[in-house]
């Protein structure tokens, strides 16, 4: 490249330097940095550039033509007319051919008979797109002479323009209607009139212009659209992604963090005596509660740190507690212990409120309808009862086999009873329609979770993987999740993160297992817990907390590992540091 | 297999029940002379003012299928005021063969107008609704005789008007909307097609009164 440093030959020099100059321009190559004069000169001249490839990008699938022309488009629709009819000119490429423009100004003026001839002067229609343009035209005009209260013109227009065409007689028998019964616009003034008028034409054209072929009439907001789909693809590809205040940019792809996920324990909850079974967030996510061999269950409170610490701890159950359920206001919570009795509990006072029992029987799961007047519950003796809060019994299904620890969920709409029943199937019992519906699977089933938009069903089984069912109308299998370890335990898994992007899972291996939910690939394996995982719960307000119980009489509280931005307060907030025995650090004690 | 005829002959049948089901055909159908001569021949006496009631109802009836239904109806509200308010189906079905008459007689704006002073009132109404889409979709077309509503102008259709207007008149005087005749042969068909039904298909085949009279 010729450089301007050499003074000593200045015009031999610059003449080569222009030459260089313009062969840089022709491979697109911008001017930087060289002699003033002569880029100013260059620019004026705007000559065509030569050897103008067809194909624009490194991956050869842009074509030119088409890549200017929307852009023109998108100028335009931003408001830089001036730098459209530019573009146009520079490029030598124009937006619209000029009959498609002389038809959109003949639409929105209103100009019916011109913009039908015109119509059929754009070469390259087909017949029938010719006749199903020229129908939307007509009823247009039609539509506007009946506003214009000139009926008869308006049938004048049916019967010799619209009819004839022969296409859509479901159409003309819809708009004959108006006729008698003419739909008319409030016009308050002449200046809503003609607006309202504006936009009802404006919407004719976008009719039109999906009407016709993409290569006549440019798809209104293509440049937009293409770049949309850029940036969700990029989203959901992303295997991270886990925070709402990720925005996206176009500067650089996508791409969250591994920082995302919750993979450092904050917290150890150290306050039950044995091994923890089962967690779960209520429903606003201030609170955690857990369920314990020790026969109790505690009632954690979130502070605005994302500290817990123990609110309640509920006993009176014999037995250990196996299940329990928020209500869906989180006011109260039932908990069941096996095949034992259920409670149900003041969440705010930790008050039991009613102790229910069926005699000689034994209750082994418990759940909320979405109502909060009633309540679904699993007795030992394989049936599935409803229950008011009284405790009189309001209906019974007999005849499923519930297992010893069986899960049960109501979905949100009250109309759906989800059960295990028998070893390798899951009821979907339509308590209205009294339809049921099965997953069938080829293994043992040890647990399942509920989505929160209670469209899919997260399946744990015995062989060690977790599958993900859509059970949306027919049940079917979507994804398997392995790699965490299950042998002889019961395992919990469950859906969290930002829009539950994720799947959690505990482990024999005393890991918490953490998948992305759409690729089903293994993102985090988290060591800490020293014995088997029983549980795992994911903050449904806060996608960066996730809950862990285990055999190690503890619960764990993860997240992420980079913490300067959410804590301000007290000193001993500092990253890095792990956290235990919080008893310690805040003075208190526990029973 | 149909059913033994030696069976028939224990039934035991009286002249006048044969003659009052003749007589009731005769009247429902305004077969006037026949009537006069039939009731000399066999003795039956008619009820009161029968002959005029059923002259007027041959008028009407005639108006009807010519689809000269304001005639038909101008005199069926001089025979009674309220029919046609009690039977408002019969009065949109009599109203719209005006309308068809309009518009086969290519005469669109009068057609237009008369659907919206006459017809309109009727739109309101649910099930008035899709029948009165189909009459204004007629006026659509250039040829209504070449739409997909062409059954409308059928001279079928007058009849089933003229027809309910008929046994609507009936019912009116107190007689039967539907004559004995019908009645009888409507019911055999019926009770063929229970028994086929109980004892299964090809036990008795469905009545056909065409076999019936070759039989």
């Not at chain 1, 394989?382 to 519930?402: A, H, P, V, Y």
């Not at chain 1, 027919?474 to 994720?502: D, P």
């Amino acid at each position: 490249m010729g450089g301007v440093e050499d003074e000593t030959e200045p015009s031999r020099k610059r003449i080569r330097l222009s030459h260089e100059v313009l062969r840089d321009l022709a491979n697109g190559l911008s001017i930087v940095g060289s002699n003033p004069d002569f880029s100013g000169d260059l620019m004026a001249r705007s000559l065509p550039i030569k050897g103008d490839e067809e194909i624009v990008g490194s991956k050869g699938v842009i074509k030119r033509v088409e890549f200017v022309r929307i852009i023109t488009q998108a100028l335009y629709s931003l408001g830089y007319e001036n730098s459209g009819a530019r573009l146009q000119e520079e490029s030598g490429v124009s937006l619209q051919s000029s009959v498609v423009n002389l038809l959109i100004q003949q639409v929105l003026n209103g100009k019916w008979n011109e913009s039908l001839a015109t119509l059929k002067s754009i070469g390259l229609l087909d017949e029938s797109i010719i006749k199903s343009a020229s129908f939307l035209i007509l009823e247009q005009k039609y539509f506007e002479l009946l506003d214009d209260d000139k009926v008869m013109d308006a049938l004048k227009t049916l019967r010799m323009e619209i009819t004839p065409l022969s296409i859509n007689n479901a159409r003309v028998r819809e708009i004959s209607w108006s006729i008698l019964f003419p739909v008319k616009f409030v016009h308050v003034d002449s200046s809503n009139f003609s607006t309202t008028r504006a936009k009802s034409r404006a919407k004719l054209l976008a009719e039109l212009q999906k009407l016709l072929p993409p290569h006549v009439m440019i798809p209104d907001r293509r440049l937009e659209h293409l770049v949309e789909q850029a940036l969700i693809l990029q989203r959901d590809t992303c295997m991270f992604h886990n925070s709402e205040d990720n925005v996206m940019s176009l500067y650089k792809d996508h791409q969250c963090g591994r920082d995302q996920i919750p993979s450092r324990t904050l917290q150890v909850l150290e306050a039950h005596n044995d091994e923890v079974w089962f967690l779960q967030f209520s429903h606003d996510g201030k609170c955690l509660a857990s369920a314990s061999n020790d026969r109790t269950t505690i009632i954690w409170e979130v502070d605005s740190h994302g500290d817990l610490s123990v609110k309640h701890k509920l006993s009176g159950h014999q037995k250990p507690v196996s299940s329990m359920s928020w209500s869906p206001d989180d006011s109260q919570i039932l908990t069941c212990g096996v095949e034992e009795n259920v409670r149900r509990w003041d969440a705010s006072s930790g008050e039991c409120l009613h102790v229910y029992e069926k005699a000689g029987y034994g209750f082994v799961s418990c759940a909320w309808f979405p109502d909060g007047k009633s309540m679904c519950l699993g007795v030992n003796d394989k049936s599935i009862c409803m229950w008011d809060l009284e405790g009189k019994e309001l209906q019974c299904w007999k005849g499923q086999r519930i297992l010893k620890i069986s899960d049960l969920q109501v979905m949100n709409d009250g109309k759906q009873i989800i059960s295990t029943c028998r070893e390798s199937s899951i009821l979907l019992l339509d308590v209205e329609a009294k339809v049921e519906r099965l997953i069938e699977e080829d293994q043992a089933i040890t647990s399942f979770s509920l989505s929160r938009d209670n469209r899919f069903l997260l399946v744990n089984l015995l062989n060690q993987e977790i599958h993900l069912w859509n059970i949306e109308g027919e049940v079917k299998l979507v994804a398997k999740y392995k790699g965490h370890k299950r042998t002889c335990f019961l395992i919990r898994s469950c859906f969290g993160g930002l829009e539950e992007a994720f799947i959690a899972s505990g482990s024999e291996d005393s890991q918490v297992y953490i998948w992305h939910r759409g690729s089903g690939e293994l993102i985090q394996a988290l060591p800490g817990h020293s014995g088997v995982v029983n549980c795992v719960a994911w903050n449904p307000a806060n996608s960066h907390m996730l809950a862990s119980a285990s055999d190690d009489h503890t619960i764990r509280i993860w997240g992420l590992n980079d913490l300067k931005m959410k804590h301000k307060g007290p000193a001993n907030h500092c990253n890095g540091v792990h956290y235990c025995n919080r008893k310690t650090d805040r003075g208190e004690t526990w029973l | 297999m149909d059913a033994d005829p030696r069976h028939y002959e224990h039934v035991l049948l009286g002249n006048d029940e044969i003659h009052s089901v003749v007589l009731s055909y005769l009247v429902h159908n305004c077969f006037g002379e026949t009537v006069e001569s039939f009731t000399s021949c066999t003795g039956l006496k008619l009820p009161a003012n029968c002959l005029e009631d059923m002259e007027k109802r041959k008028r009407i009836f005639h108006f009807a299928i010519e689809g000269k239904a304001l005639k038909a109806i101008e005199m069926t509200e001089e025979l009674s005021r309220d029919l046609l308010e009690k039977n408002t189906d019969l009065h949109f079905e009599l109203l719209s063969l005006h309308y068809v008459d309009l518009v086969s007689s290519r005469k669109c704006t009068e057609a237009l107008e008369f659907a919206q002073s006459k017809l309109a009132p009727f739109g309101k109404v649910e099930k008035y609704v899709k029948k009165l889409e189909d009459f204004m979709a007629l006026l659509a077309y250039e040829e209504p005789e070449k739409s997909p509503m062409f059954h409308l102008l059928s001279l079928e259709y007058r009849q089933h008007v003229a027809d309910s207007l008929n046994r609507a008149i009936l019912v009116h005087v107190n007689l039967s909307s539907h004559s004995a005749m019908e009645r009888l042969i409507q019911q055999t068909a019926v009770v063929r097609q229970c028994l086929n039904q109980e004892q299964g298909k090809d036990a008795l085949s469905s009545f056909s009164l065409q076999d019936f009279l070759k039989s």
